[in-house]
T-cell receptor, first 113, second 117 residues
Framework: GNSVTQMEGPVTLSEEAFLTINCTYT??????LFWYVQYPGEGLQLLLK?????DKGSNKGFEATYRKETTSFHLEKGSVQVSDSAVYFC????????????FGQGTILTVHP | DVKVTQSSRYLVKRTGEKVFLECVQD?????MFWYRQDPGLGLRLIYF???????EKGDIPEGYSVSREKKERFSLILESASTNQTSMYLC????????????????FGAGTRLSVL
């Protein structure tokens, strides 16, 4: 079956530091890949997505590239801000019906001033 | 903007109680989902529905049931709440599945934090 593995957290950074959160997946066929973000006290919001190999998703300074050869979708940001403190979830949607998502375990990011 | 509304942000219930968690979406989406979120486990799918009165089990359906009598509303039911069902519950909705559609995105509610004592 499908699975998603994220790097262990929590991650603590200083403002303006470079961020990488690793995500690898196992899936049959050609899944779509997503990063969702959950700010404190809120539900999940879509951060970015990629639907085919070599696509790069980007939003709010975050980027992730769909790498089929390494089955990875690592999230990066060049300069984090305190407001980026949140929980980040990597997810995949397989080719099966109804758009079910499989999520990673989530990575807590804390950014200090 | 899509809005997914969960009726309660926090609930405290007793062991053995019947618990209803309600979710309403305003975008006429066909698909609706219930997840539970636990630290270190991410989100796990409990049930989903692809149409009115239709439902499918997710990865962890035991101890739960669902109801979808109207397209906009999807209810999660704990027939007899237990302490191991203490968790954050998240509802989501999405338009009909198109395998490679960039528009097929799940929209989430703010969540209901349920404590079973």
């Amino acid at each position: 079956g499908n699975s998603v593995t994220q790097m262990e957290g929590p991650v603590t950074l200083s403002e303006e530091a470079f961020l990488t959160i690793n995500c690898t997946y196992t899936a049959t066929g050609y899944p779509s890949l997503f990063w969702y973000v959950q700010y404190p006290g809120e539900g999940l919001q879509l951060l970015l997505k990629a639907t085919k190999a070599d696509d790069k998703g980007s939003n709010k300074g975050f980027e992730a590239t769909y790498r089929k050869e390494t089955t990875s979708f690592h999230l990066e940001k060049g300069s984090v801000q305190v407001s980026d403190s949140a929980v980040y979830f990597c997810a995949l949607r397989g080719g099966t019906s109804y758009g079910k998502l499989t999520f990673g375990q989530g990575t807590i990011l804390t950014v200090h001033p | 903007d899509v809005k997914v509304t969960q009726s309660s942000r926090y609930l405290v219930k007793r062991t053995g109680e019947k618990v209803f968690l309600e979710c309403v979406q305003d975008m006429d989406h066909e698909n609706m989902f219930w997840y539970r979120q636990d630290p270190g486990l991410g989100l796990r799918l409990i049930y989903f529905s692809y149409d009115v009165k239709m439902k499918e089990k997710g990865d962890i359906p035991e101890g739960y049931s669902v109801s979808r009598e109207k397209k906009e509303r999807f209810s999660l039911i704990l027939e007899s709440a237990s302490t191991n069902q203490t968790s954050m519950y998240l509802c989501a909705s999405s338009p009909p599945q198109e395998p490679t559609s960039a528009k097929n995105i799940q929209y989430f509610g703010a969540g209901t934090r349920l404590s079973v004592l």
